[in-house]
């Protein structure tokens, strides 16, 4: 898409993207993404019709009507999902902070939301034209977040579902860009950018230019797990979600993957804390959204290259026979020779995405 005069994204190319991320086990998709954001406007922006202009308020929206507590599974520890799908995550305050973009179809800006009382941000795109619009929280893959700028991850993908007439929330997740710190033992277990998903789709739901019955979530790999997480804590929060190249809804698939050779020390630690796999099972089967897959309610689409080398295509595959074996409506597009971040065939995958969104959010 062409950008309008003065609005410049510094690119890198595919493949000095892929050796800059991969030592980092980067998990994105933005091989073209930013390796730093743009400043802020020097002018005022606008604010877009329904924004707060205010504090952002943490005044509970959306939350859980509440399940019958023997319907929940059993917690076991307060680390895990079952324990989140008891919480009431609250998401509130959405509000820009600049201008960052304008084309003849949307409009972009740093922004900041709330959630359960901790400041999240993100980037958001708004179709030009009357809304209400339905609308899209984006769940970003891994990136070192010493090295993390705003916005970034899902670059391509923003700027794709804003020209198709989505709202787009990229949310940084904590510990990222300007968001609030996120402890050690909250990025592993990842659950806390799970929470920060959960709110930022309740931040949007609160806004007027937002079709509050018609969103979802996108994930990218690590993004994709964060994803898997958020539909089974909350089954009903939104009505469809896709994910690509994600990490394993095994949760130990994933420590031995990414954490045990390039975070060593996490490793450890975690280790320390709750004992390894092999003497806490059941912890770590608490960490995995598989487990629970049969609370999944909402259609899932995943999507999966042949040639991926970060997150092997087996894991979409089981991803995919778990849930429709949980009686989830899950449908899995593997891409032939496509690598971890997509590229001959991204615009094919999102053409899928977007028809995959428009039927199911009824758009």
């Avoid at 994204?9 to 991320?21: E, S």
């Avoid at 305050?93 to 939301?113: F, I, K, S, V």
């Avoid at 710190?181 to 609160?206: F, N, Q």
């Avoid at 891409?335 to 959010?361: I, M």
């Amino acid at each position: 898409m062409r950008l309008p005069r003065g609005w410049i994204r510094p690119v890198t190319t595919y493949a000095a993207g892929l050796v800059l991320l991969a030592p980092l086990v980067a998990c994105s998709s933005d091989p073209t993404g930013p390796s730093a954001d743009p400043g802020p406007s020097t002018t005022v922006p606008t604010a877009p019709a329904g924004t707060p202009t205010d504090e952002p308020s943490d005044r509970p929206t959306g939350d859980p009507t509440g399940e019958p507590e023997d319907a929940l599974p059993p917690v076991r520890d307060p680390q895990s999902l079952p324990a989140l799908m008891r919480e009431k995550v609250r998401g509130g305050g959405l509000r820009t902070t600049a201008q960052l973009a304008e084309t003849d179809r949307w409009t972009g800006y740093a922004a900041a939301y709330r959630v359960n009382g901790a400041t999240v941000t993100g980037e958001l795109l708004v179709p030009k034209g009357e809304g209400p619009f339905p609308a899209l929280v984006l769940n970003h893959g891994y990136i070192d977040p010493a090295i993390y700028t705003l916005g970034r991850g899902m670059s391509r993908e923003q700027e794709w579902f804003a020209a198709a007439g989505f709202v787009v929330l990229h949310t940084d997740y904590r510990g990222h860009a300007g968001s609030d710190p996120v402890s050690p033992m909250g990025r592993e277990t990842r659950l806390v950018y799970t929470r920060d998903a959960i709110g930022a789709v309740k931040a949007l739901k609160r806004m007027d230019y937002v079709d509050a019955d018609r969103t979802a979530f996108v994930g990218r790999s690590m993004g994709g797990g964060v994803t898997l997480n958020a539909i089974v804590a909350e089954p009903d929060l939104v009505d469809a979600a896709v994910v690509f190249a994600s990490v394993s809804s095994r949760f130990v698939d994933n420590l031995r993957q990414f954490t045990e050779p390039n975070r060593p020390d996490g490793a450890r630690a975690f280790y320390d804390e709750h004992g390894t796999p092999a003497e806490s099972p059941r912890f770590y089967r608490d960490l995995s959204s598989r487990t629970f897959f049969d609370r999944v309610e909402v259609p899932v689409m995943l999507h999966h290259g042949t040639s991926d080398d970060v997150c092997p295509p087996a894991w979409s595959r089981q991803t995919d026979r778990l849930l429709r074996e949980a009686g989830a409506r899950s449908t899995l597009v593997e891409w032939p020779g496509e690598q971890h971040a997509f590229g001959p065939r991204f615009a094919d995958s999102l053409r899928r995405t977007v028809a995959f969104l428009r039927r199911h959010l009824d758009v």
